[in-house]
T-cell receptor, first 115, second 115 residues
Framework: GAVVSQHPSRVICKSGTSVKIECRSLDFQATTMFWYRQFPKQSLMLMATSNEGSKATYEQGVEKDKFLINHASLTLSTLTVTSAHPEDSSFYIC???????????FGPGTRLTVL | GENVEQHPSTLSVQEGDSAVIKCTYSDSASNYFPWYKQELGKRPQLIIDIRSNVGEKKDQRIAVTLNKTAKHFSLHITETQPEDSAVYFCAASKRTGGGADGLTFGKGTHLIIQP
């Protein structure tokens, strides 16, 4: 399967700052990438679909002005959490889809802690 | 949109016994149903998946069954071992001519294998 990396793996920031998370597809050209969020002891929730060269598609309830997504190349998508607050503290995971069905390959995740 | 229900939320079984986790989905267009095992702080790990044109799939101690009419699918783990202890998630998605969809996850099952 495809190899996906994320950077950073952990980040701690102060409330009100912005944080950028990178998702890279190392061996696959991904026109579509997905961003998920997982709060402690909860399930993964799809936040948005990142489309190379066009605007991201956000799920209901996800603020597009707060979670900025840029997918400028076939191997890189970035998620920027703007004006982060403690309630944004979560595990953020990206994935790419491959194959004739929808097999998804996940990045290792980024643990965001907002103080 | 898709809604995936997963039961039970916690399952405790004796080592060597079988474990069954069940999920239902709402969107009849969904055609891909993966199961993931997730350890604390790690990315989800695909353990088995099934596509809508198949009713059952087996891989050693793990099997998945799909009933499209009833819109439910189940994970079966036989001869459970202590290392099977983890949180398991079911998910559903579809791939159409328009491209891949993100995954909708169930809420997860905490599987505990008692020695």
């Amino acid at each position: 399967g495809a190899v996906v990396s994320q950077h950073p793996s952990r980040v701690i920031c102060k409330s009100g700052t912005s944080v950028k998370i990178e998702c890279r597809s190392l061996d696959f050209q991904a026109t579509t990438m997905f961003w998920y969020r997982q709060f402690p002891k909860q399930s993964l929730m799809l936040m948005a679909t990142s489309n190379e060269g066009s605007k991201a598609t956000y799920e209901q309830g996800v603020e597009k002005d707060k979670f900025l997504i840029n997918h400028a190349s076939l191997t890189l998508s970035t998620l920027t959490v703007t004006s982060a607050h403690p309630e944004d503290s979560s595990f953020y995971i990206c994935s790419i889809a491959g194959g004739s069905y929808n097999e998804q390959f996940f990045g290792p995740g980024t643990r965001l802690t907002v103080l | 949109g898709e809604n995936v229900e997963q039961h039970p939320s916690t399952l405790s079984v004796q080592e060597g016994d079988s474990a069954v986790i069940k999920c239902t989905y709402s969107d009849s267009a969904s055609n891909y149903f993966p199961w993931y095992k997730q350890e604390l702080g790690k990315r989800p790990q695909l353990i088995i998946d099934i596509r809508s044109n198949v009713g059952e799939k087996k891989d050693q101690r793990i099997a998945v069954t799909l009933n499209k009419t009833a819109k439910h699918f189940s994970l079966h783990i036989t001869e459970t071992q202590p290392e099977d202890s983890a949180v398991y998630f079911c998910a559903a998605s579809k791939r159409t001519g328009g491209g891949a969809d993100g995954l909708t996850f169930g809420k997860g099952t905490h599987l505990i294998i008692q020695p």
